[in-house]
């Protein structure tokens, strides 16, 4: 098996960088321990640690956005992946962008850059 | 000025996701924290906070390999950023690679992917 450096942080998490398998644009990063990192090769769909709810997290077990691994690629010090993903319903944000990176500094503002939501929040979560 | 979410973090540090601007390849993947946050924004060339040596980091100051921010997307949560940059000597790794992913996973391995070492790091930084 493939050892990640878990050890490295104090609450054995690292994180995970996510990207789209064919443009290459970021869409999110998350954190994974070793239990989300077993899964995710187990069943090669992207697992994390959530850190506010404090258990396994399948990416779309919710939302059905659930993103198919393609590619995994380690760092030098074995700290930090990358997920390469196909990106099930087009969007990884919880607010229903194609990325969680959509907005990009503009001076002293932040703006958003050039994207549209692809699904309401609302309808998919019930969030007001 | 923008405000990242550096509460979140007990130790104040956020990531930073370094990505070449050019070809979307995710380079490496280092913290910040206020400080190295707003050295960036004010100097154009992306500082980090070293946790190892527990000091604000000039990626390049040893090396000259200095990234020249060219964008800086920022997520969701505030929490993480994106430096799209130039990437000064070709290599951001300290290995001597372009980036520090130059290993994918195959099976239960590591292998390097396809990237020749751009330079001898015992030349660079007198490792041994």
Redo the contacts between chains.
């Keep these: ?2 050892k990640l450096d878990f050890a490295k942080d104090e609450h054995g998490l690292l ?1 995970a ?1 996510v ?1 789209d398998y064919q ?4 869409l ?2 998350a954190y994974i321990n070793r239990q989300a990192w077993d899964k995710t ?1 187990e069943t090669g769909k992207a697992h994390y640690w959530s850190r506010s709810r404090a258990c396994l997290w399948l990416k779309g077990e919710t939302s059905g956005h659930v993103q198919i691994i393609k ?7 074995q700290d ?1 992946v ?1 997920y390469k993903v196909e990106q099930l319903g087009g969007a990884a ?3 229903g ?1 194609r990325s ?6 503009d001076g ?3 703006v958003v ?1 050039a994207q549209e939501r692809l699904f309401d929040p609302e309808t998919v979560y019930g969030l007001k």
């Excluded at 443009?23 to 970021?26: A, F, L, R």
Aim: glycine share 2%; aromatic share 8%.
């Design positions: 098996m493939i994180p960088i990207q443009t290459g644009e970021v999110m990063l090769l590619e995994i690629l380690v760092d030098c010090d930090t990358v944000c919880h607010t962008y969680c990176f959509y907005r990009k500094v002293n503002r932040l850059d």
